[in-house]
Every structure is written in structure tokens, then in C-alpha cells.
């Protein structure tokens, strides 16, 4: 080892570290910004020092440049504009896309270490079988993110696209990528394999995806995090680049665990979400036992809601994926800054998978300025539900289903919101038509449980405003 | 070469540990940005691109070099814009109006 490498070694070695301190950093909302910022830094030290190992080891020559240079740029303005631009609602879908391309990144590095190969003999298996491996995990992620930005989206059905003999396509075409992929490793680099390769795992990649429900694919998008981190990774054994493969398995650990968090908060296992995509169960009990029954239902007005309110001195709002569906945000927010303006203590009680993925809920509400020492985790909710006179729940079912205490049904042994401990309920919901488990909620039937039939955004504006006349007059 | 692979091998699953050592400390509150802000990290593959076009002398190395270096660029500078968008929106606790006290680092 060179001097030079040593120390180009060193530097990939620091804006690794970098990474991991700026990671670390985001464990607090006063210090993550700045840990995103750290990690940024780690990023231009990489890059850096890539164009300068690069330059001095192999040079290149102009047009290999020039392509890089008019990619790089019309690749960083779309991902700035798209960036600047998206919805917050809509921030599921915009990662789901940035994960796509870092996969189909990482597939074409590998893709193109190989064809720079393709003159040699034989490649060393220590190479060939983190390329094909790249090809594969970075083609999936590519073709299945862009699915699944699409089902988020709602371009794509979300409800689970299968049609006869789509178990047996799969399986065949993940065998031929399989296949392909095997014989790649061995003789001398041939290019129509690795191309078959990359065919079959796109193809596989929207196959994976497409029977996967919609309320099942930011479960999904977080799992593909994962596997372009693996990808990632693999690219940084192909092409021997530690600072790949530090960042892909900083990655891989990171999708792991959010997926496998988001899986236990849905009560439902990764398999299950993967699996119930390949054609087994995935249908929703339809909605009719009783779900238009309003017999033991007491009815609320806006103007019941806004005296209950007023009244009350500790309120817990429960947001649920309801408000992020009607883009309520700053309704509840104008809200509970009337009611804190008021004197009364209102806070959010925020459940894991409130919203469309992990967290959306938090990010919601902070862009209505909803400052977050405000928003409680689930654990912190739960142990102040029981001194909150209101709960008031907009827009969420399942999360706040008491059943899931009990064995023997769909949410049996999810966390879920105590709601039901509070001293009175009230819920903001469109009808009585049950959540994504497809059971009826008892906390609905409550004698303590009010319920205001209303579209999240218009029935917060109007509970506003019937709050401003008690508070003024 | 084994010996390369064994070192990288050894990075690979130390980071990996770190990584849930890491994250499984961030609370569900930051998950969403925290996933963005990871997802921007594996944009370090840009440098994979960078290496690429470095050794590129085909047509067809020339073409992967421009749809590595344009899908790379995406995920890397929007991924930090977009995790730096969510993140400032998050405002301090009790600081109820003007920010303007104090620095606006936070």
C-alpha cells in the first residue's frame, strides 16, 4: 500500500466516521439538522476524495468524464427541485423514489465494472460475486421502489394487483435471475448473462411489489432502504471502496430495523407483508357487520366538541392516517393553539405508524409549527391519557382499537393508544367504516366516546370556529 | 485479493453493528427523517460513479457512467435537501413566536 492510498484510506475513514457521528446526532430533534449536516460534510469529503484518487490512479479520459459531469448535474437538479418542491404529505413517496435511484446507482456501478472487465480472462470471484450480487439487490430495489412510489402515490392501485399464475411468473423469473446470476460468476465475463441478470431482477422487482397492498408499502419502501444499502455495499466490494460499504451497511442496519419496528407497530410480520404479496391471504374483511349501526353511537356537532374542549384541561389529540389523508395539519395545529391560548393543556399522542410511514405524523405537524416537545411518543401518551379529560382522535382507528388487549383478532397484541383511558372521548371520522384490520372498534360504542362524522379538515375548521365564539364571548 | 476481501468483509459487518447500535437509539418521533437521511447516505455511491467514469473507454462504460452519475446525483443531493427540509420544520420546544433570540442553529 502507497502513501497515497494510505491516506486516501485515512480521509474515506473520516467521512465514514463522519456518517456515523451525524446519524448519531439525529437521535434528539435539537441536534439532528445539524447531524444531517455532518453526514453531508462526510458525503463531500468522500466524493472529494474519490475525484482525486480517481484522477491520479486511473485518470480516465475526457468523454468518461464529460458523462459523468452532464449526468451529476441533471441528476442533482431534478433530485433539488423535487426535493425543494414536495408536499410533506407526500414525503413517502419522494424517499421511496430517492431509494430507487440509489439502488439503480449502485446497479449500474456494478454493471460497468464489469464491462470494463469483459476483455480479461476471468474475473476473481472476490469481484464477480459482489457484481452480480449488486446487479441483482440494485435492479430489485430500483424497479420495486418506483412500484411502490407509485402505489403511494396512487398511480398505481393500491389495493394488491394479482392475477392467475402470478406466484408461478415470480418464482420463474427469480429463478432465471438466480440462474443467470450463478453462471455469470464462472468462465470468462460474458455480458448478455448479466444483462439477463438485470432484466429478471427489474421484472422481479415489479412483480414483488405490485400484489403488495397500499397500506403495506411504506412497510416496503423501508425493507428496499435496506436492500440498497446492501446493494451499496456491494458496489464498495466490487469496486474495493470501504466508504461504500461502511454507508451501505450504515444503511442496510438502518432499513432493517425500521422496517422490522414498523412491522410490530402494524402487528403484522415482515413475511406476512412479502409473503401476503405473493397471492395468500391479504383480503380485508369487507365492511359489513354492522358498520352502518348507530344505535349505540352517540352523535356529536361541532359545537358539543368545542364546549367539551373548552372546558377540559388537559386534551391528548390522536392523529391518525385520516388527518394526513385530508392534509389537516395546520387545521388541528390552529386548533390546539386556540385551546393553548386558552390555558388548556393540549398534546399530541402520536402512535409509531400514525401517518404513512414511521414518524410522517411528527414531520406533519412540525410543519404546522407544532413545536415537539408537544408531540408524545407512544409510552409517554399512554401514561397521560389517564389524566386527559378529552382525547380527541382524528382520523385514526386501528391504533386506538381497545380489542388489541384481547387475544383472538386482527389487532390482537398491537400497541395501540389508550385512548379509551381518557375521561371522555371524541372522535373525528368520516363514517363508522372500519380500519385497515377490517374489525369494528369498540372504543367507538363507548358510552364515554362521542363521534363527529366529519372529513378530518373541515370538521377541525369547524370545531374552530365554535371554539372562537366561547373563547371571545 | 482474499485478504482485501476478508478486511472489507470485516468492515462490513462492524458497520452493520454500529448501524443498529445507532439507529436503535433514534426515537419514533425522527424515523421519518431518519430514514431520508439514511437513504441520502447510500448516495455515497456517487462515488461509485465517480470511479467508474474514471475507468470508462467503451460506448457502452461511457452510458453507464451517465445513468449512474444522473441516478446517484438524485438520490445524494436530494436526499440531504429534502432530510435538511423536514428537519429545520421541527421547532424548538417553548420557543412560542420570534426565533430570532438566540442563534437559529438549532
Known amino acids: 500500500m502507497s502513501t497515497f492510498d494510505f491516506l486516501v484510506g485515512i480521509v474515506y475513514l473520516a467521512s465514514a466516521t463522519l456518517f456515523v457521528v451525524g446519524l448519531h446526532m439525529m437521535r434528539a430533534p435539537s441536534t439532528a439538522r445539524r447531524g444531517n449536516l455532518i453526514s453531508a460534510g462526510g458525503m463531500v469529503i468522500a466524493v472529494l476524495t474519490t475525484i482525486v484518487f480517481a484522477t491520479v490512479n486511473a485518470g480516465g479520459n475526457w468523454i468518461g468524464w464529460a458523462a459523468l459531469i452532464v449526468g451529476v448535474a441533471v441528476g442533482a437538479v431534478y433530485g433539488v427541485v423535487q426535493a425543494r418542491t414536495v408536499q410533506m404529505t407526500s414525503i413517502p413517496q419522494l424517499v421511496s423514489i430517492f431509494n430507487a435511484v440509489g439502488g439503480g446507482a449502485a446497479a449500474a456501478v456494478a454493471f460497468a465494472e464489469f464491462v470494463a472487465h469483459t476483455d480479461h480472462t476471468q474475473l476473481d470471484l472476490t469481484v464477480s460475486i459482489p457484481i452480480v450480487l449488486d446487479v441483482l439487490i440494485g435492479s430489485i430495489t430500483f424497479a420495486g421502489s418506483l412500484i411502490a412510489a407509485g402505489k403511494l402515490q396512487g398511480i398505481i392501485s393500491g389495493k394488491p394487483l394479482t392475477f392467475p399464475g402470478a406466484r408461478v411468473l415470480n418464482v420463474l423469473v427469480a429463478l432465471i435471475a438466480l440462474g443467470a446470476a450463478v453462471l455469470a460468476l464462472f468462465g470468462a465475463p460474458n455480458l448478455p448473462l448479466l444483462l439477463v441478470v438485470l432484466v429478471a431482477s427489474l421484472i422481479f422487482g415489479v412483480l414483488m411489489v405490485l400484489p403488495i397492498g397500499g397500506a403495506d408499502a411504506p412497510v416496503v419502501v423501508s425493507l428496499l432502504n435496506a436492500f440498497t444499502g446492501l446493494a451499496v455495499a456491494m458496489a464498495g466490494f466490487a469496486i474495493n471502496s470501504q466508504a461504500l460499504i461502511i454507508a451501505g451497511a450504515l444503511v442496510g442496519a438502518a432499513g432493517t430495523i425500521l422496517t422490522l419496528q414498523m412491522a410490530k407497530a402494524m402487528n403484522r410480520s415482515v413475511g406476512a407483508i412479502i409473503l401476503g404479496g405473493f397471492g395468500t391471504a391479504d383480503v380485508k374483511t369487507s365492511a359489513g357487520s354492522g358498520s352502518d349501526d348507530l344505535t349505540n353511537v352517540r352523535q356529536l356537532t361541532a359545537d358539543d366538541v368545542a364546549i367539551q374542549l373548552a372546558y377540559a384541561q388537559h386534551v391528548l389529540i390522536a392523529p391518525g392516517f385520516g388527518l394526513a389523508a385530508a392534509q389537516a395539519q395546520h387545521e388541528v395545529a390552529e386548533l390546539a393553539k386556540l385551546l393553548t391560548d386558552h390555558g388548556v393543556d393540549v398534546k399530541y399522542a402520536i402512535h409509531p405508524v400514525a401517518g404513512r410511514m414511521p414518524g410522517h405524523m411528527n414531520v406533519l405537524l412540525a410543519e404546522a409549527n407544532v413545536p415537539y416537545d408537544q408531540m408524545l411518543q407512544l409510552d409517554e401518551a399512554n401514561a397521560a391519557f389517564g389524566n386527559c379529560d378529552v382525547a380527541l382522535v382524528v382520523g385514526a382507528n386501528d391504533v386506538c382499537n381497545p380489542d388489541a388487549r384481547k387475544p383472538g383478532n386482527a389487532v390482537s397484541g398491537m400497541p395501540i393508544l389508550d385512548v379509551d383511558h381518557a375521561k371522555s372521548v371524541v372522535v373525528i371520522k368520516r363514517s363508522m367504516s372500519p380500519g385497515y384490520a377490517g374489525i369494528s372498534n369498540p372504543l367507538f360504542t363507548d358510552p364515554k366516546t362521542g363521534m363527529f362524522f366529519a372529513d378530518a379538515k373541515q370538521g377541525l375548521a369547524d370545531i374552530t370556529t365554535a371554539v372562537k365564539e366561547y373563547v371571545t364571548a | ?106
Not at chain 2, 17 to 31: A, C, M, Y
Not at chain 2, 39 to 48: C, D, K, M, S, Y
Open chain 2, 1 to 106: 485479493m482474499i485478504e482485501t476481501l476478508f478486511g472489507n468483509l470485516a468492515i462490513f459487518v462492524l458497520s452493520l453493528l454500529v448501524g443498529v447500535e445507532v439507529i436503535s437509539k433514534i426515537p419514533s418521533t425522527l424515523h421519518t427523517p431518519m430514514m431520508s437521511g439514511s437513504n441520502a447516505i447510500h448516495g455515497v455511491v456517487i462515488a461509485g460513479a465517480i470511479t467508474i467514469a474514471s475507468v470508462a473507454n467503451s460506448p457502452a462504460g461511457y452510458v453507464l457512467t451517465f445513468i449512474a452519475g444522473v441516478l446517484a446525483a438524485a438520490n445524494v443531493f436530494g436526499g440531504y435537501v429534502v432530510t435538511d427540509r423536514m428537519l429545520q420544520m421541527f421547532t424548538r420546544p417553548t420557543s412560542a413566536k420570534p426565533e430570532t433570540s438566540k442563534k437559529d442553529v438549532s
